[in-house]
Nanobody, 124 residues
Framework: QVQLVESGGGSVQAGGSLRLSCAAS????????MGWFRQAPGKEREFVAV????????YYSDSVKGRFTISRDNAKNTVYLQMNRLKPEDTAVYYC?????????????????WGQGTQVTVSS
């Protein structure tokens, strides 16, 4: 089992920045990759970004590419999501999740463990 705890959400005006953190504990040796998703009210959970756990690979959704940066600190078992130039449409609950094997990283059902989520609200 892997436990995930997100932090860093909050309210910000459009154009501002936030950094989310996701700390993993438990069987972290099983992590293949970690991703961030978000879910706005009335919408499906949406892929945001993913990072491999042992290599440099990252991938972003088109909606956040160039504004968000995913990174990790293996020593702290923590993944970060730096969000810049935030827009009102970025408002959502943000979740981190763990892949323990190669999979379709944009698909929520491929992920094995999830955090509880952290709210991000961007006002215009």
């Amino acid at each position: 089992q892997v436990q995930l705890v997100e932090s860093g959400g909050g309210s910000v005006q459009a154009g501002g920045s936030l950094r989310l953190s996701c700390a993993a504990s438990g069987r972290t040796s099983s992590i293949y990759a970690m991703g961030w998703f978000r879910q706005a009210p009335g919408k499906e959970r949406e892929f945001v970004a993913v990072i491999s756990w042992s290599g440099p690979s990252t991938y972003y959704s088109d909606s956040v590419k160039g504004r968000f940066t995913i990174s990790r600190d293996n020593a702290k078992n923590t993944v970060y999501l730096q969000m810049n130039r935030l827009k009102p449409e970025d408002t959502a609950v943000y979740y981190c999740a763990v892949l323990v094997r190669v999979g379709a990283f944009e698909v929520p059902d491929e992920y094995d463990y999830w955090g509880q989520g952290t709210q991000v609200t961007v006002s215009s």
